[in-house]
């Protein structure tokens, strides 16, 4: 066997077994080291060469991409997983007739579409969706991204929460948790736009928060704009929004007007 | 394999963000690979990749990998000014050998930047920063260019970016040194714009030159007279004469006549006064010549005075001297009389004497259908009369009509005999004695008219135009003597032009006191006169004619002023011709005058000193006032002057002026169809004829006479077989000299048309660049001063001097001509001399219908041709053919066999000929009309017994003999000086005898049957 490919595969037994023991610092440390290993292999892409041993590095390159977007999930690294995520389709879309397909594939997919989903990148989580084949869509990880968005689309809210429990796998859990995140933030939205004021009660009902306090931090972080007295959350509404300015229709009418009687003298 | 790509750039630009320098160096090396396919994607990352390139810390490798792409992307969206600064951080990554679009035009652009950079650094004289990098880059380029050959890139790109180390290196290392610098040389000379920089490159030029183990003479001393450096040629020109090779010696006497074809009078005369003289006699050479110099100007009465050629001196002293002494005294001589003009003057007007085919008939037509009594007509058709043989001396038309001449009086006499020295021009030995009897005879009133006098001293200005040596003291003494306005007016112009260019300090001070006598006529012509005299030397004098110009006008305003500030302004621009940038105050000084006069001669300084550059800067200004300017003289003046700034481009000439031919206003179409006249002169231009049609029939009566004229200049030597509207346009002359309600604008630009139509005995052209590109200075000046004759008729004679003969003169080592042929590779109908008009009958000549040229009249005259062509075959002996006849036959001989062996049956061909069709070629004995549309068809046989020192198709040919020991044929004969001298070798003992016989009315020998050497 290769002596490089042989380093690979020790330092990703070894990356695999900090990841187990949940040692996620010596994984970041063995996983930039085995990028760096990787760069060595001609046959991954953008190159695709057809050395010897291509089928094997390509499958252990789709590896240990594939556990540096798990891993990226366990850091709750957003940056990182979009860099290792991206890194990892050429592995999904190009090499596809030179690898058997990866367990891991839809999983990875679909996490992607629910990273997608929580920071409301909606263009690009369709177009992620009308690249994948009709058959990969039944697939539950895909399937539970693509209903969540749904969901998420109607407004249909609480459906979106409770689906924190069906969650496909346990990685999901992290996006769940800022999916949920990100409903808030759309509720209180509209909310603002809504209503005048809403008693906290409601707001907290509204929400989703299981109790006054946390409603209290949340609206100290997120919204200092809103003021909460006499039990009532009340929105600062920019009332003064200018009225409609009025369509200066008479005028108008006058000048073609007398437009029409210029040109008329002219000719 | 297919599927073997990547479908995405994504994952390498994700890559980029990762922390590890060597991921992002991973990541930026193939994104390079890739960048072609996806810089789409890419470009939405560019930030990144720029910072990359910006990071200090980051290795400089990859900085410049990350410049390279971000360079890239920047071409692929077009931003290519930020593309290049890119692409110069990317140091040695840009590699300018890479065969890509991105690469190619990143070069150009990198190029161009470099090159205006480089220009303006020294155009405007300050510090410029280059960016060094930038400079690498180009050095970069250069070199690839050398190092793979391409050596005309390499000294385009040297030259445009002002290098000229790097020009030099590219013309050494090429691998055809010679074809190399020929070529550069053009280059110079049709895309350097700046004088200056043209010359530095020219000095290079010459440098490397002399560097080569076997210098190709001719083209060092076109740069060095382009240079202006005597001294280079004459030491040249020494060394040829010196050497023991006849080779070289023929060699020097070709240089010599090609420098003579530039027309560059001062330089060729301190040229000649460098030459040293040989080493044992330098004295009695020095003698010798001076005698022959101060006889001229001593015996002013004397008819013989130029008789004695330079040939003389030299057989005296050959005698006593050794032997090489002796060949290069002989061979001084010889060019001497080259370099003076003398030798390449005489042998033109032989062959326009033995050629002229000139029509009497037409003149005769215009005669009787012009009115009597209308001056201007009839002293249009002396002019035509003189243009129609300018330089053939056969006055014919004079003689027989005496009794008609007389009837012009006052100026018209003036032209009339002023016609002479048209007729005669060049007849530099007989000049004087043919003007004898009109000349003013020893003091003032010696009987003749005073406008015959003038007439006959600016006829002999013309006769001796730019060579002046022998004339100029006579002419000198007239001026003096004489206060008579009309003899003053003629000495002046001739003054002018036979001291043309050579800004005499004494002569410039008589014809100066002339200009202060404030008289209108003589002014005139005494401002034109200094203009002649200072022609190219952009001295102080011209702002003195300014001012004297603006001291004068105020006082007088009277019509004939205007003529004679015109003149004095026409001179002011005279003396600037083709300083280009130099003479650029005057001009500004000008143009902004509030005198239009002032502001008309200003376009004419522009017309002159960026003469032939076709200048963007000039030609902006000039249009600038071609459509604003207040004053009409101006207006039109700007248009006409566009026509000498782009005469050595005249395809651009009918683009650029087509609109201003459509004006409204009649002067700027009288000028735009003169533009089209003068730039497109001879070239029978097809677009120049288009847009001069209409103009031929225009309402206003000047802008036909314009046109018609331009018409003819555009038409002169086109044969009606290339382009049919020569036929027609012959016509539509005639018709309008015959028509008796035409007007007399119109009808004197027909007559003046039918001159230069047929100018010269039909065998000149109007050519205004030598054939080595250079600017024919005589031609331009006589042409800006004949454009004058919108205000004064009498300089019409001016354009004699635009005339070039069209033929091909071989000469041996003696400078005479043997008989000697080659072949016109062209059907022979394509260059003929336009077919002679018919006999009219008898007396019914008014009511000629105007349908001359009918086919019966063909028919008729091609068999009349044949039966003469027949009698001169059976004349021949057996072996023998007529030269025509020979050429057609064998045309179809070899065309059958698809060969060019030259054998052929000759009583076959005799037999078969009148059934024949046209052939494909013919042969042409030396000295033989080679118009310019034919040259390119010219060849030589390859069997011959001459081989031309130089390879051309036209102009004078030294030709090295192969077979030294036979006798040879000489061809042309002294023709107009003497009866035909039998063909010897000592022809030169006997020609300074014979010389003053002349036989004006003797008939030009047949051409004589030769034996085909096979």
């Given at each position: 066997m290769d002596p490089q490919l042989t380093e690979v595969s020790q330092q990703l037994e070894r990356f695999?077994?900090?990841?187990?023991?949940?040692?996620?610092?010596?994984?970041?440390?063995?996983?930039?080291?085995?990028?760096?290993?990787?760069?060595?292999?001609?046959?991954?892409?953008?190159?695709?060469?057809?050395?010897?041993?291509?089928?094997?590095?390509?499958?252990?390159?789709?590896?240990?991409?594939?556990?540096?977007?798990?891993?990226?999930?366990?850091?709750?690294?957003?940056?990182?997983?979009?860099?290792?995520?991206?890194?990892?389709?050429?592995?999904?879309?190009?090499?596809?007739?030179?690898?058997p397909p990866s367990p891991q594939e839809n999983l990875i997919l679909g996490l992607n579409l629910l990273r997608l989903l929580v920071q409301n990148r909606i263009a690009e989580f369709h177009t992620e969706l009308e690249l994948l084949s009709s058959a990969t869509l039944d697939n539950p990880c895909i399937k539970h991204a693509v209903e969540l968005e749904q969901s998420f689309m109607e407004g249909a809210y609480n459906r979106v929460l409770s689906a924190r429990q069906t969650a496909p796998d346990a990685t999901y859990v992290y996006f769940m948790d800022l999916l949920a995140k990100t409903i808030r933030d759309e509720i209180a939205g509209c909310s603002e736009k809504a209503y005048d004021y809403v008693s906290i009660s409601d707001a907290r009902q509204m929400l989703l928060f299981s109790s006054d306090q946390e409603l209290l931090t949340y609206v100290n972080e997120e919204h200092p704009e809103w003021e909460v007295k006499d039990g009532f959350v009340v929105f600062q509404k920019a009332k003064e929004t200018a009225p409609c300015k009025e369509i200066p229709s008479l005028q108008l009418i006058n000048q073609t007007l007398s437009y029409a009687r210029e040109l008329e003298r002219i000719v | 394999?297919?599927?073997?790509?990547?479908?995405?750039?994504?994952?390498?630009?994700?890559?980029?963000?990762?922390?590890?320098?060597?991921?992002?160096?991973?990541?930026?090396?193939?994104?390079?690979?890739?960048?072609?396919?996806?810089?789409?994607?890419?470009?939405?990352?560019?930030?990144?990749?720029?910072?990359?390139?910006?990071?200090?810390?980051?290795?400089?490798?990859?900085?410049?990998?990350?410049?390279?792409?971000?360079?890239?992307?920047?071409?692929?969206?077009?931003?290519?000014?930020?593309?290049?600064?890119?692409?110069?951080?990317?140091?040695?990554?840009?590699?300018?050998?890479?065969?890509?679009?991105?690469?190619?035009?990143?070069?150009?652009?990198?190029?161009?930047?470099?090159?205006?950079?480089?220009?303006?650094?020294?155009?405007?004289?300050?510090?410029?920063?280059?960016?060094?990098?930038?400079?690498?880059?180009?050095?970069?380029?250069?070199?690839?260019?050398?190092?793979?050959?391409?050596?005309?890139?390499?000294?385009?790109?040297?030259?445009?970016?002002?290098?000229?180390?790097?020009?030099?290196?590219?013309?050494?290392?090429?691998?055809?040194?010679?074809?190399?610098?020929?070529?550069?040389?053009?280059?110079?000379?049709?895309?350097?714009?700046?004088?200056?920089?043209?010359?530095?490159?020219?000095?290079?030029?010459?440098?490397?030159?002399?560097?080569?183990?076997?210098?190709?003479?001719?083209?060092?001393?076109?740069?060095?007279?382009?240079?202006?450096?005597?001294?280079?040629?004459?030491?040249?020109?020494?060394?040829?004469?010196?050497?023991?090779?006849?080779?070289?010696?023929?060699?020097?006497?070709?240089?010599?006549?090609?420098?003579?074809?530039?027309?560059?009078?001062?330089?060729?005369?301190?040229?000649?006064?460098?030459?040293?003289?040989?080493?044992?006699?330098?004295?009695?050479?020095?003698?010798?010549?001076?005698?022959?110099?101060?006889?001229?100007?001593?015996?002013?009465?004397?008819?013989?005075?130029?008789?004695?050629?330079?040939?003389?001196?030299?057989?005296?002293?050959?005698?006593?001297?050794?032997?090489?002494?002796?060949?290069?005294?002989?061979?001084?001589?010889?060019?001497?009389?080259?370099?003076?003009?003398?030798?390449?003057?005489?042998?033109?007007?032989?062959?326009?004497?033995?050629?002229?085919?000139?029509?009497?008939?037409?003149?005769?037509?215009?005669?009787?259908?012009?009115?009597?009594?209308?001056?201007?007509?009839?002293?249009?058709?002396?002019?035509?009369?003189?243009?129609?043989?300018?330089?053939?001396?056969?006055?014919?038309?004079?003689?027989?009509?005496?009794?008609?001449?007389?009837?012009?009086?006052?100026?018209?006499?003036?032209?009339?005999?002023?016609?002479?020295?048209?007729?005669?021009?060049?007849?530099?030995?007989?000049?004087?004695?043919?003007?004898?009897?009109?000349?003013?005879?020893?003091?003032?009133?010696?009987?003749?008219?005073?406008?015959?006098?003038?007439?006959?001293?600016?006829?002999?200005?013309?006769?001796?135009?730019?060579?002046?040596?022998?004339?100029?003291?006579?002419?000198?003494?007239?001026?003096?003597?004489t206060n008579v306005e009309v003899i003053q007016h003629g000495a002046c112009l001739g003054l002018g032009l036979s001291a043309l260019g050579t800004a005499d300090e004494e002569i410039y001070d008589d014809v100066k006191s002339v200009l202060y006598t404030d008289s209108a006529v003589a002014g005139e012509a005494a401002g034109i006169s200094m203009g002649l005299l200072l022609v190219g030397t952009a001295t102080e004098k011209a702002s003195e004619m300014l001012a004297y110009a603006h001291e004068t006008q105020h006082e007088k305003i009277i019509s004939s002023w205007y003529v004679f500030l015109g003149g004095l302004a026409l001179g002011i621009a005279l003396t600037v011709y083709g300083r280009e940038e130099g003479a650029d105050t005057l001009i500004e000084q000008m143009t902004r005058d509030q005198d239009p006069i002032i502001r008309y001669g200003g376009m004419y300084a522009l017309a002159l000193a960026y003469c032939g550059t076709a200048n963007n800067k000039a030609i902006r200004q000039l249009l600038h006032f071609a459509v604003s300017d207040v004053s009409d003289d101006v207006r039109r003046t700007a248009v006409l002057a566009l026509g000498f700034v782009l005469y050595s481009d005249p395809e651009q000439t009918p683009r650029i002026v087509s609109l201003l031919s459509e004006s409204y206003n009649p002067h700027v179409r009288y000028g735009a169809a003169l533009a089209v006249g003068i730039s497109c002169a001879g070239t029978g231009l097809s677009e120049a004829i288009s847009l001069l049609e209409p103009l031929t029939s225009d309402v206003v009566d000047f802008v036909r006479q314009g046109a018609l004229i331009a018409m003819a200049m555009v038409m002169v030597q086109i044969s009606e077989a290339s382009d049919s509207r020569v036929g027609t346009f012959r016509r539509q002359l005639e018709k309008i000299i015959l028509d008796k309600h035409e007007d007399t604008m119109s009808k004197m630009g027909a007559i003046l048309a039918s001159g230069i139509l047929d100018a010269g005995g039909r065998n000149v052209t109007i050519r205004l660049l030598s054939k080595t590109k250079h600017d024919k200075v005589t031609a331009v000046i006589?042409?800006?001063?004949?454009?004058?004759?919108?205000?004064?008729?009498?300089?019409?004679?001016?354009?004699?001097?635009?005339?070039?003969?069209?033929?091909?003169?071989?000469?041996?080592?003696?400078?005479?001509?043997?008989?000697?042929?080659?072949?016109?590779?062209?059907?022979?109908?394509?260059?003929?001399?336009?077919?002679?008009?018919?006999?009219?009958?008898?007396?019914?000549?008014?009511?000629?219908?105007?349908?001359?040229?009918?086919?019966?009249?063909?028919?008729?005259?091609?068999?009349?041709?044949?039966?003469?062509?027949?009698?001169?075959?059976?004349?021949?002996?057996?072996?023998?053919?007529?030269?025509?006849?020979?050429?057609?036959?064998?045309?179809?001989?070899?065309?059958?066999?698809?060969?060019?062996?030259?054998?052929?049956?000759?009583?076959?061909?005799?037999?078969?000929?009148?059934?024949?069709?046209?052939?494909?070629?013919?042969?042409l004995v030396n000295p033989a009309r080679v118009v310019p549309a034919q040259e390119k068809y010219i060849k030589l046989l390859e069997d011959s017994r001459y081989v031309p020192v130089k390879v051309a198709p036209s102009g004078f040919v030294l030709l090295k003999d192969l077979r030294e020991h036979e006798p040879e044929v000489l061809s042309l004969t002294d023709a107009p000086t003497s009866t035909a001298s039998p063909a010897t070798g000592a022809a030169s003992a006997t020609q300074g005898t014979t010389a003053s016989a002349m036989a004006v009315d003797d008939e030009p020998q047949p051409p004589q049957a030769f034996e085909y050497a096979s």
């Amino acid at each position: 066997m290769d002596p490089q490919l042989t380093e690979v595969s020790q330092q990703l037994e070894r990356f695999k077994a900090a990841f187990v023991r949940k040692d996620y610092n010596t994984c970041s440390d063995l996983l930039s080291r085995l990028k760096v290993l990787l760069t060595k292999f001609t046959s991954l892409p953008p190159l695709f060469e057809n050395t010897p041993n291509a089928a094997q590095e390509l499958a252990i390159a789709r590896d240990i991409y594939e556990h540096a977007v798990v891993l990226s999930v366990k850091t709750e690294d957003q940056d990182a997983f979009e860099r290792d995520f991206f890194q990892l389709k050429p592995y999904y879309v190009d090499a596809r007739n030179r690898l058997p397909p990866s367990p891991q594939e839809n999983l990875i997919l679909g996490l992607n579409l629910l990273r997608l989903l929580v920071q409301n990148r909606i263009a690009e989580f369709h177009t992620e969706l009308e690249l994948l084949s009709s058959a990969t869509l039944d697939n539950p990880c895909i399937k539970h991204a693509v209903e969540l968005e749904q969901s998420f689309m109607e407004g249909a809210y609480n459906r979106v929460l409770s689906a924190r429990q069906t969650a496909p796998d346990a990685t999901y859990v992290y996006f769940m948790d800022l999916l949920a995140k990100t409903i808030r933030d759309e509720i209180a939205g509209c909310s603002e736009k809504a209503y005048d004021y809403v008693s906290i009660s409601d707001a907290r009902q509204m929400l989703l928060f299981s109790s006054d306090q946390e409603l209290l931090t949340y609206v100290n972080e997120e919204h200092p704009e809103w003021e909460v007295k006499d039990g009532f959350v009340v929105f600062q509404k920019a009332k003064e929004t200018a009225p409609c300015k009025e369509i200066p229709s008479l005028q108008l009418i006058n000048q073609t007007l007398s437009y029409a009687r210029e040109l008329e003298r002219i000719v | 394999m297919a599927a073997a790509m990547v479908s995405s750039a994504g994952g390498l630009l994700a890559m980029l963000n990762e922390p590890q320098p060597t991921l992002k160096h991973h990541a930026l090396s193939h994104l390079n690979n890739l960048v072609d396919r996806f810089w789409p994607e890419i470009s939405t990352s560019v930030p990144i990749i720029e910072s990359l390139y910006e990071d200090e810390e980051f290795d400089l490798h990859q900085r410049q990998l990350a410049a390279l792409l971000v360079s890239k992307v920047f071409y692929y969206l077009g931003e290519l000014n930020d593309s290049l600064s890119y692409a110069l951080g990317a140091g040695a990554f840009f590699d300018v050998s890479e065969d890509t679009d991105y690469v190619h035009t990143l070069l150009a652009k990198a190029i161009d930047e470099y090159a205006s950079l480089r220009s303006k650094a020294v155009e405007s004289s300050e510090m410029v920063d280059i960016d060094p990098r930038l400079e690498a880059i180009v050095e970069r380029m250069l070199g690839k260019c050398i190092t793979d050959g391409k050596y005309q890139q390499a000294m385009g790109i040297a030259l445009e970016c002002r290098r000229l180390d790097k020009l030099e290196e590219a013309i050494t290392k090429s691998d055809n040194v010679e074809g190399t610098l020929t070529y550069c040389i053009n280059v110079s000379h049709s895309f350097v714009n700046r004088r200056e920089y043209r010359h530095e490159v020219l000095s290079l030029l010459v440098e490397v030159y002399q560097k080569l183990p076997s210098p190709d003479y001719l083209s060092i001393c076109q740069c060095l007279m382009f240079l202006d450096e005597p001294q280079g040629v004459a030491t040249i020109l020494e060394k040829l004469l010196r050497s023991d090779s006849k080779d070289d010696a023929l060699l020097a006497l070709q240089i010599s006549f090609d420098l003579v074809e530039n027309e560059h009078q001062a330089f060729l005369l301190s040229v000649r006064d460098r030459l040293p003289a040989p080493k044992t006699r330098p004295v009695e050479v020095a003698q010798a010549v001076e005698t022959t110099a101060t006889t001229n100007e001593n015996l002013s009465g004397d008819v013989q005075m130029a008789d004695d050629t330079p040939v003389t001196p030299a057989q005296t002293i050959v005698h006593e001297t050794d032997p090489v002494d002796a060949t290069y005294a002989e061979r001084l001589t010889k060019i001497k009389g080259i370099l003076s003009g003398e030798t390449s003057i005489q042998l033109t007007l032989q062959f326009l004497y033995s050629h002229n085919k000139s029509d009497l008939l037409i003149l005769k037509t215009i005669k009787q259908s012009v009115e009597m009594r209308n001056s201007v007509c009839h002293s249009a058709t002396i002019y035509a009369n003189a243009i129609m043989h300018a330089g053939t001396t056969v006055d014919t038309f004079l003689r027989e009509n005496l009794d008609w001449l007389s009837r012009a009086t006052n100026w018209a006499k003036f032209s009339a005999t002023a016609g002479l020295g048209v007729i005669h021009r060049g007849h530099l030995q007989q000049g004087r004695s043919l003007m004898a009897p009109y000349l003013p005879q020893g003091g003032a009133g010696g009987g003749g008219s005073p406008y015959s006098e003038g007439g006959a001293l600016y006829a002999l200005g013309l006769i001796h135009a730019n060579h002046g040596e022998g004339i100029k003291q006579f002419l000198r003494d007239s001026l003096r003597s004489t206060n008579v306005e009309v003899i003053q007016h003629g000495a002046c112009l001739g003054l002018g032009l036979s001291a043309l260019g050579t800004a005499d300090e004494e002569i410039y001070d008589d014809v100066k006191s002339v200009l202060y006598t404030d008289s209108a006529v003589a002014g005139e012509a005494a401002g034109i006169s200094m203009g002649l005299l200072l022609v190219g030397t952009a001295t102080e004098k011209a702002s003195e004619m300014l001012a004297y110009a603006h001291e004068t006008q105020h006082e007088k305003i009277i019509s004939s002023w205007y003529v004679f500030l015109g003149g004095l302004a026409l001179g002011i621009a005279l003396t600037v011709y083709g300083r280009e940038e130099g003479a650029d105050t005057l001009i500004e000084q000008m143009t902004r005058d509030q005198d239009p006069i002032i502001r008309y001669g200003g376009m004419y300084a522009l017309a002159l000193a960026y003469c032939g550059t076709a200048n963007n800067k000039a030609i902006r200004q000039l249009l600038h006032f071609a459509v604003s300017d207040v004053s009409d003289d101006v207006r039109r003046t700007a248009v006409l002057a566009l026509g000498f700034v782009l005469y050595s481009d005249p395809e651009q000439t009918p683009r650029i002026v087509s609109l201003l031919s459509e004006s409204y206003n009649p002067h700027v179409r009288y000028g735009a169809a003169l533009a089209v006249g003068i730039s497109c002169a001879g070239t029978g231009l097809s677009e120049a004829i288009s847009l001069l049609e209409p103009l031929t029939s225009d309402v206003v009566d000047f802008v036909r006479q314009g046109a018609l004229i331009a018409m003819a200049m555009v038409m002169v030597q086109i044969s009606e077989a290339s382009d049919s509207r020569v036929g027609t346009f012959r016509r539509q002359l005639e018709k309008i000299i015959l028509d008796k309600h035409e007007d007399t604008m119109s009808k004197m630009g027909a007559i003046l048309a039918s001159g230069i139509l047929d100018a010269g005995g039909r065998n000149v052209t109007i050519r205004l660049l030598s054939k080595t590109k250079h600017d024919k200075v005589t031609a331009v000046i006589g042409l800006a001063v004949f454009s004058q004759f919108w205000y004064w008729y009498p300089l019409i004679y001016f354009i004699s001097l635009a005339f070039s003969p069209t033929a091909f003169i071989g000469l041996n080592y003696d400078l005479k001509v043997p008989k000697f042929e080659f072949m016109s590779h062209a059907k022979p109908s394509l260059f003929e001399y336009p077919k002679p008009t018919t006999v009219p009958t008898s007396n019914t000549a008014a009511k000629l219908p105007t349908a001359v040229l009918s086919t019966s009249v063909k028919a008729k005259a091609r068999a009349k041709k044949e039966a003469e062509q027949k009698a001169n075959a059976e004349k021949a002996s057996g072996a023998e053919k007529s030269v025509s006849e020979s050429g057609s036959g064998k045309g179809k001989e070899s065309a059958d066999k698809e060969g060019d062996s030259m054998q052929v049956d000759s009583t076959a061909t005799v037999e078969k000929k009148a059934a024949e069709p046209e052939a494909a070629f013919e042969i042409l004995v030396n000295p033989a009309r080679v118009v310019p549309a034919q040259e390119k068809y010219i060849k030589l046989l390859e069997d011959s017994r001459y081989v031309p020192v130089k390879v051309a198709p036209s102009g004078f040919v030294l030709l090295k003999d192969l077979r030294e020991h036979e006798p040879e044929v000489l061809s042309l004969t002294d023709a107009p000086t003497s009866t035909a001298s039998p063909a010897t070798g000592a022809a030169s003992a006997t020609q300074g005898t014979t010389a003053s016989a002349m036989a004006v009315d003797d008939e030009p020998q047949p051409p004589q049957a030769f034996e085909y050497a096979s």
